[in-house]
């Protein structure tokens, strides 16, 4: 069955499941966003070391998601190597996330992964009205409001960082493969940023990762996002058990509000 297929039959599971719980007591939080709207495209380059290895784009569509009568976004993330590094590690990468626009958590999250070899394709339904998330593997309790990967960015970018001071610490529960992972957010300073689209002045921050999965020790990401409403990602950059990988804006579509460039 094709993807697309697997989707849209994912996304029909999930709205039943989910009108089912519409009318339970618990009330969801309410979660303002003014950091994006649909339609809104971001292109990434990605280097290894000094190797132009791959790109990336996330997108928020500009059709939305209705699940159990709940307005959603529905954003995909793409990745893929190019050039020399497709010869001998090839790697095509595709996550989704349906986010309710009012609550800003997930309801539907799809994994598909191919690297180098490596396979691994994942569907995952959260129930935030109990409070549990559902894999083909498994069913586990979560905590309130916790995140996908993909969400969870999107989440953060609608955090107000405009007073934030460094060594600030911006709480994020995230969930992967399973598990209940931090992905808790440390303000680092201010610094401005070059891209391809200008210099931009940018928030510094660091995801308090999960030490011994991919990354050489809990604090090896820096992510440096617009300081702007937009809040998007200008740079990121990671050390990795086997070097160091850089991610930069190259391109974006449709934000939602003026971005902080400093010059172009």
């Not at 498994?138 to 969400?151: F, R, V």
């Not at 060594?167 to 493969?177: A, E, H, K, R, S």
């Not at 990354?215 to 990671?238: A, H």
């Amino acid at each position: 069955m094709k993807t697309k297929t697997k989707t849209a039959l994912l996304i029909l599971f999930l709205a039943a499941f989910a009108a089912e719980n519409l009318f339970a007591q618990k009330q969801l939080r309410a979660h303002k966003n003014e950091a994006f709207k649909p339609g809104e495209i971001l292109d990434f380059r990605i280097h290894y070391g000094f190797v132009d290895a791959g790109v990336a784009t996330l997108e928020v569509k500009k059709e939305t998601q209705k699940i159990g009568g709940r307005d959603c976004y529905h954003v995909i993330g793409t990745g893929r190597s190019v050039g020399a590094f497709d010869w001998f590690f090839k790697v095509r990468d595709r996550y989704e996330s349906v986010i309710d626009m009012h609550s800003m958590i997930p309801w539907l999250f799809i994994r598909r992964i191919s690297e180098g070899g490596y396979v691994k394709n994942q569907n995952v339904s959260f129930n935030h009205f109990k409070d549990s998330a559902t894999s083909e593997k498994a069913t586990i309790a979560i905590p309130e409001y916790t995140q996908d990967l993909i969400s969870a960015f999107y989440y953060a970018r609608t955090l107000d960082f405009s007073n934030a001071k460094e060594g600030d610490v911006f709480p994020i529960t995230g969930y992967l493969d399973d598990e209940i992972i931090p992905l808790n957010l440390k303000v680092l300073g201010r610094e401005t940023i070059k891209s391809k689209k200008g210099s931009f002045k940018c928030v510094k921050l660091r995801p308090m990762l999960q030490e011994g999965r991919v990354f050489k020790e809990q604090e090896s990401m820096t992510i440096w996002v617009s300081d702007d409403k937009n809040r998007i990602p200008v740079r990121v950059q990671t050390d990795i058990l086997v070097g160091s990988i850089k991610m930069d804006l190259v391109n974006y579509q449709n934000l939602a509000n003026p971005p902080a460039l400093v010059s172009k």
